[in-house]
């Protein structure tokens, strides 16, 4: 696992978490923008942008991982902690770990209960279409789709497309299986995240399936001070990816609020 840093490390430390298939860069533009007050930390997640080659095990074992590095290197507590997809189910399981570990705590497009058959199809949909989903020339055709029917609010600048073409074509079909097997078919929140002190904001598209608004429902029942807020015509992790200006416009209110 790789960290990129921003802002100086003397500030409050904000972590944010990318979603399975992507990397680091999935936060790049809001980092810019957060550093101007704070030390935000970008992981790379095993088996996904530079860190290809490492596999991929677990949401518990990336949380052990970056239990370690927020011990070492943050004192043991963040201000602020936010994921969306797998990266928010890691969210989820780093506050049921530590109740102090973070001040406020933002989750995008998670879910939090098993979906085995959600995961199956999604590996076999691997297994039989990888090279034409991941290949450099599928990628090259993804960001020609999106930059001809995305609004140009959506579609990614110059050099986040650049990180897109050369990380996405060596994601190894090892990496969305482990991901797969312990997102959607393995994955169950922990009843301890009951004990934390993190005020929570858990954000999902209107249009996400059904089983991520059971989700934010099934977190806001064991977390009763847990905001949930739905994004009105918007699919899974519009907002955090596509949308980084509307990401910010909500999210700053709710890191400044004391």
Not at 6 to 33: E, T
Not at 53 to 60: C, H, K, Q
Not at 107 to 118: K, L, R
């Amino acid at each position: 696992m790789k960290f990129h840093e921003f802002g100086d490390c003397g500030n409050p430390h904000i972590m944010l978490i990318h979603g399975g298939g992507n990397s680091w860069w999935n936060y790049l533009r809001q980092a810019r923008v957060l550093s101007e007050k704070y030390h935000v930390i970008l992981p790379t997640l095993d088996g996904h942008g530079e860190e290809y080659l490492t596999e991929y095990i677990s949401t518990e074992d990336t949380a052990d991982k970056l239990m370690e590095y927020i011990e070492k290197k943050c004192g043991g507590h963040l201000f602020a902690l936010g994921g969306v997809s797998l990266g928010g189910q890691i969210v989820m399981e780093l506050l049921s770990r530590k109740k102090n570990l973070v001040q406020k705590a933002v989750i995008d497009g998670s879910i939090c209960y098993p979906q085995p058959a959600m995961a199956r199809y999604c590996i076999a949909t691997v297994r039989l279409c990888g090279r034409l989903m991941f290949g450099k020339n599928a990628c090259r055709f993804q960001l020609a789709v999106m930059n001809r029917f995305f609004p140009s609010s959506m579609r990614y600048p110059e050099e986040i497309a650049e990180y897109y073409l050369r990380d996405m074509p060596r994601l190894r079909k090892e990496t969305l299986y482990a991901v797969y097997r312990t997102y959607m078919m393995q994955y169950t929140l922990k009843e301890s995240v009951r004990s934390t002190n993190a005020e929570v904001m858990y954000l999902y598209g209107e249009k996400e399936m059904k089983c991520v608004r059971e989700s934010a429902r099934m977190f806001g029942e064991l977390v009763p001070h847990c905001r949930i807020y739905e994004a009105k015509g918007y699919n899974h992790g519009y907002l955090s990816v596509y949308l980084p200006e509307e990401w910010l416009k909500l999210i700053l209110p709710f890191l400044e609020e004391r």
